[in-house]
């Protein structure tokens, strides 16, 4: 689709969703995945000032209807065309075909009436444009509003720091329903003029296809998005050297060195990192293309924001040591949906948004992620960030991927892992794996419980759930206090 064809059809879709009653400040719930029809959905929405919330079709019945009851939309639509679970889902609600066959098989639910929009403002730094919904894994669901100034400060920077140009294609398989998949990969690339090759789901062997024969330059995606590319590489020897990519990225979850070195030998291009929130719309950091880092830090803060280092007093740490890492720019939120208290509790009365996760920065500047705050384990008296356990872990050749968790046991916590095996290695000792540990890591850091999962469970952003992984680590040693054995 051209961009004179994609303007065309969003003003189009925007006049038949007003005439179907949406008016500014309605939110409304794009249920589905990656698709054309997707981004002509997302951008006639924009047109009414109403508030677009894409969620992911692969999230439970459950999950769907609360954010429903907590978004009260206007009007959902369904990316059936694409998307079983999205036809699902639609099927539940009662949904029917909208009559406008270009965009495919899309459905509409019926017009909640007794709704109430949302205020409407001229200026684009008040305005929302977007409501994400972050992939807690308990809890009620929180929706991030997110600006018209804060979503196109970041999709200028992702599109001037990766020099999107009309040239380029960008393989976009990162989910729209995540901040980066609609920010870094659609708007980044609309404002640089490139074309997107959407994918609904991520495989690696469509990936790998995709990457060397479809003349793609620009690929993002998580870390563990790399990992299955370097697995089918391991079952489907090919050449990569004649690729087209000039530029790879990653980011949403933590590099390890290992992955960082396997892909760059993979494809002869250097990794590039980067760090963001969903309530920063989402970059933070990002490393500079032209300039190769042989250590997995997540780069640099962008330009025109500012960040600060803080101690559980919230002041400065000398540079070099570990502190939360605060946020204020333009691409800070405006706030959680219905949730003030919450609100106040992530941004000062000054502006700054607390990141929760807790970071250094190097003499030059360059941000590294230690770990996330509320993740921190104390054992004996000692501080063990679960990213630094996981390097360590992931840095042993059997290993896909791994998380480490805390776990509460007579008024201390101890460290259980869970770790993915490359499939050819399945049966690793766990008494050698643990000796390669404990000549690495000191011995308050290591594992009590070691468990191998044939695969970790993630959202569908490729983001492991650590809280899932909790609650397993929690069972596990029930069940043990349990046993007549102990």
């Known amino acids: 689709m051209s961009y004179g064809e994609l303007t065309a059809f969003s003003e189009k879709l925007a006049d038949e969703l007003s005439q179907r009653g949406v008016r500014g400040g309605d939110r ?32 439970s019945p459950r999950e769907i209807d609360s954010i429903i009851e907590h978004a009260t939309p206007r009007l959902t639509l369904y990316t059936c065309h694409v998307s079983e679970n999205a036809k699902a889902h639609s099927a539940r609600h009662q949904a029917a075909p909208l009559p406008m066959p270009a965009l495919g098989d899309i459905h509409i639910g019926v017009c909640n009436q007794s709704t109430v929009p949302e205020t409407v403002y001229e200026g684009a730094e008040q305005q929302v444009a977007a409501m994400v919904y972050t992939s807690g894994t308990s809890g009620s669901p929180k929706g991030v509003m997110l600006t018209h100034a804060g979503l196109l400060f970041a999709a200028r920077q992702a599109c001037t720091s990766r020099c999107m140009n009309p040239g380029d294609l960008l393989y976009g398989v990162l989910p729209m329903a995540h901040v980066v998949g609609l920010v870094t990969q659609f708007l980044g690339a609309m404002l640089g003029g490139a074309a ?97 880092r042989h250590d997995c830090s997540v780069g640099f803060p962008i330009p025109g924001i500012e960040i600060s280092i803080v101690d559980a007093d919230s002041k400065p740490v000398p540079q070099g040591e570990v502190g939360t890492l605060r946020i204020r720019g333009p691409n800070v939120m405006k706030g959680y949906y219905r949730n003030p208290e919450l609100t106040r509790e992530a941004i000062s009365p000054e502006g700054w948004f607390n990141s929760g996760d807790m970071v250094r920065q190097d003499p030059d500047g360059a941000l590294h992620i230690v770990g996330r705050s509320k993740e921190l384990i104390i054992r004996s008296g000692f501080n063990v960030y679960p990213l630094e356990v996981e390097q360590v872990i992931n840095s042993h050749s059997c290993v896909v991927q791994s998380a480490v968790v805390g776990r509460t046991v007579e008024h201390n916590e101890e460290v259980v892992a869970f770790i993915e095996l490359n499939r050819p290695a399945q049966a690793t000792d766990e008494a050698d794996f643990r000796e390669y540990l404990r000549e690495r890591l000191s011995p308050y850091k290591l594992p009590a419980e070691i468990r191998f999962l044939e695969a970790l469970p993630t959202a569908p952003t490729g983001k492991i759930l650590k809280n899932a992984l909790k609650q397993l680590a929690a069972q596990s040693f029930d069940h043990a206090q349990a046993s007549p054995t102990n």
């Open 196 to 292: 997107v090759l959407l994918e609904a789901r991520f495989s690696a062997s469509q990936a790998l296809h995709i990457l060397l024969n479809e003349k793609v330059s620009l690929f993002v995606g998580v870390p563990a998005m790399y990992a299955r590319l370097l697995e089918q590489v391991q079952k489907e020897p090919l050449s990569t050297r004649q690729h087209a990519l000039r530029c790879i990225g990653t980011s949403g979850a933590p590099l390890t060195s290992k992955l960082k070195k396997e892909v760059e030998n993979l494809f002869g291009l250097p990794l590039n990192n980067g760090y963001g929130l969903t309530e920063t719309s989402p970059t933070v950091a990002q490393t500079h293309i032209d300039q190769v």
């Open 28 to 59: 409304i719930l794009i249920v589905g995945e990656n698709c054309v029809s997707a981004c002509i959905i997302v951008m006639a929405i924009s047109r009414l000032d109403a508030w677009s919330s894409f969620v992911n079709a692969r999230l």
